[in-house]
């Protein structure tokens, strides 16, 4: 049901140091830097050999990721897993009651359909499952 990593999502205050920090300092190649309104998000992806980094700054203190930096500072937010069908990975879960973030696929940063999984569902590790596209 499950693939790979696809990537590993990090909380930082700012984003652009942190990118240069990633680019200069570790050779990653930065991807994309997106703003999403909805998740109050300003967010850069940047490649890690095989996986991504997915580097959030909060734009808004009470969006989850602003409240996350308040209350746990910087640091690692999530992991996120490859699906071959995202749908059924939630019915799954779902019908064993696993506690789910999204019910339903939504859009995510780079226009992917995603979904979170309950930390306390997965031994508090917030988790993303990521619907792959051919890759
Ligand atoms: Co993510």
């Not at 984003?15 to 703003?35: C, K, N, P």
Request: charged letters at 25%; proline letters at 4%; aromatic letters at 6%.
């Amino acid at each position: 049901m499950i693939g790979r990593i696809h990537h590993l999502g990090y909380v930082v205050r700012d984003l652009r140091s942190a990118v240069a920090f990633y680019e200069e300092v570790f050779g990653m190649r930065h991807l994309q830097t997106e703003m999403s309104e909805e998740q109050g998000v300003l967010a850069a992806r940047l490649q890690a050999g095989d996986v991504e980094l997915e580097l959030l700054q909060p734009t808004n203190p009470d969006s989850p990721v602003g409240r996350f930096l308040a209350r746990r500072g910087e640091g690692m937010h999530h992991v996120a897993y490859l699906v071959p069908n995202l749908e059924r990975a939630l019915e799954e879960l779902e019908s064993r009651e696993f506690e789910l973030v999204d019910r339903q696929p939504r859009v995510g940063l780079g226009g992917r359909r995603i979904a979170f999984l309950h930390p306390q569902s997965a031994f508090g590790v917030l988790t993303e499952l990521v619907e792959e596209r051919g890759e």
